[in-house]
């Protein structure tokens, strides 16, 4: 066949049949480059730059020697997105450079979607086959020492720029690999970010600024994607300068600015299974290392009695966040939690720990608009009885309906309750206003007052 019998069929055929025969000639090409450039895509002496010319001459010398005939658009199109696929993370880097977007869901070669303002919605982008997905995993995961193979078919890992990434393959992964990355700002929210968001009020933005410096124990808590992880990072942000901060992380995502901040990190069994280190492992190395503050970044197992104890032995001020629907849901899974540590305690004696060491649960949640709002902010009174007391300082007011747009119109309120804790932050120099505790019309409905 010669050149223009080539350039007529394909200029000649139909959208989708050109489409197909576009991205056949792409994963010749790429798989041809890869062959040819793999240890050299790896090496740490070339820059980005380096690499990306070499990259686009090989990729540019490859189409030439296919013999088809490509508009300019649909070649620098093609170069482009080779060159992203080699050097790059493929099909989802426009998704990782906008940033607008907040999450990336890749379930398998050909279909992946996008959160964009608290909404999913399904791209026309799509990887080349599932090996395609696979090398971009392998990719990513390598890059901070963590594998993925069939013996270990997940993994968290992150990406250079914090992003965490879940990424499950087969045997587990029926009809992938899928990738999830959520993806972080590179610059970190600060305070005023949130309340200009909306997550937040000013006035409750101040009491918790009071409350981190007091060294109350506070416990974020939310559902999956509410930004429990964003809030946590803002109030760490509010522990003064001079204070030692040890952090805990599965994948390190928090962003402190402070000068005095140790980071530490759990790390997964080697491929003989063993050289495991848990959050609770660094948790408990924690308290050898003199912190003023301890900030882990999610309890989700035997830890969270560790934290019990270190925040009942003079280590005022943790913070952590933790999965729950409430916070009275929040802490029955601290409860559940401390009873996986595998220690025979009585149900009252965990209660206790909870009651004495948690001072305040501040509760996110995803409204039906996909914005994220603190919904409850309530403290720690105490044990009646069997029961640990909650006590609501702050709630979120659903009854204000939405607008035009279906965004939700209400928001945080005061219910007119002073906290307990108020003459502790006083002990340490931090007054708080009464004007933050104005009792309004939806709080004294909630309080049941006239």
């Known amino acids: ?160 720029d914090g992003s965490r990434i879940n990424a499950v393959i087969h045997p587990v992964a029926i009809g992938g690999p899928f990738l999830t990355i959520r993806k972080f700002s590179k610059e970190p929210y600060t305070v005023g970010d949130l309340i200009a968001f909306g997550t937040l009020s000013r006035p409750v933005a101040h009491f918790l600024d009071a409350c981190v410096r007091g060294r109350l124990n506070i416990v974020i808590s939310g559902g999956t994607g509410t930004g429990k992880t964003t809030l946590l990072n803002v109030l760490s942000s509010f522990i003064p300068n001079d204070e030692r901060i040890v952090t805990i992380e599965d994948a390190k995502e928090l962003k402190l600015l402070q000068d005095h901040v140790c980071s530490l990190e759990s790390r997964p069994p080697n491929i003989e299974g063993v050289g495991q280190i848990t959050i609770r492992d660094l948790v408990r190395n924690a308290l050898r290392m003199r912190p003023d503050r301890i900030v882990v970044g999610e309890a989700r197992g035997a830890e969270a009695l560790d934290m019990l104890q270190a925040m009942n ?70 044990m009646e009885g069997d029961t640990v007391v909650l006590q609501d300082i702050y709630q979120f007011d659903f009854g204000m309906g939405v607008d035009e747009e279906g965004r939700s119109l209400g928001r945080l309120k005061s219910t007119g309750i002073r906290p307990a804790f108020s003459e502790r932050l006083a002990d340490h120099g931090i007054e708080l206003e009464a004007d933050l505790f104005t009792l309004e019309p939806f709080a004294r409905r909630v309080v049941g007052l006239r």
């Open 1 to 160: 066949m010669t050149q223009y019998s080539r350039w007529r069929d394909m200029r000649t055929a139909p959208a989708d049949a050109r489409s197909a025969q576009l991205e056949e000639l792409r994963a010749r090409v790429h798989g041809r480059v890869i062959d040819e450039l793999g240890p050299m895509l790896a090496d740490e002496q070339l820059s980005d730059s380096e690499v990306r010319k070499i990259v686009q001459e090989r990729v540019e010398r490859a189409i030439g020697e296919e013999d088809v005939a490509l508009s300019a658009a649909e070649l620098g199109e093609l170069v482009r997105g080779l060159i992203d696929d080699t050097i790059g993370y493929g099909p989802i880097d426009e998704f990782l450079q906008d940033p607008g977007i907040t999450e990336v869901m890749v379930n398998g070669p050909s279909e992946i979607y996008v959160e964009r303002r608290g909404k999913i919605e399904k791209t026309d982008a799509r990887f080349v086959d599932a090996g395609h997905v696979r090398r971009t995993i392998d990719k990513i995961v390598s890059q901070v020492g963590r594998r993925i193979d069939e013996a270990t078919p997940m993994v968290d890992a992150r990406l250079p």
């Open 313 to 382: 032995t003079g280590h005022d001020g943790s913070l952590t966040t933790i999965h729950s629907n409430s916070p009275r849901d929040t802490l029955a899974r601290i409860e559940t939690m401390t009873l996986m540590s595998g220690m025979d305690l009585p149900v009252r004696a965990v209660r206790e720990q909870m009651a004495s060491a948690l001072d305040l649960v501040v509760h996110l949640s995803r409204l039906r608009d996909g914005s994220r709002r603190v919904t409850t902010v309530s403290e720690v009174l105490g």
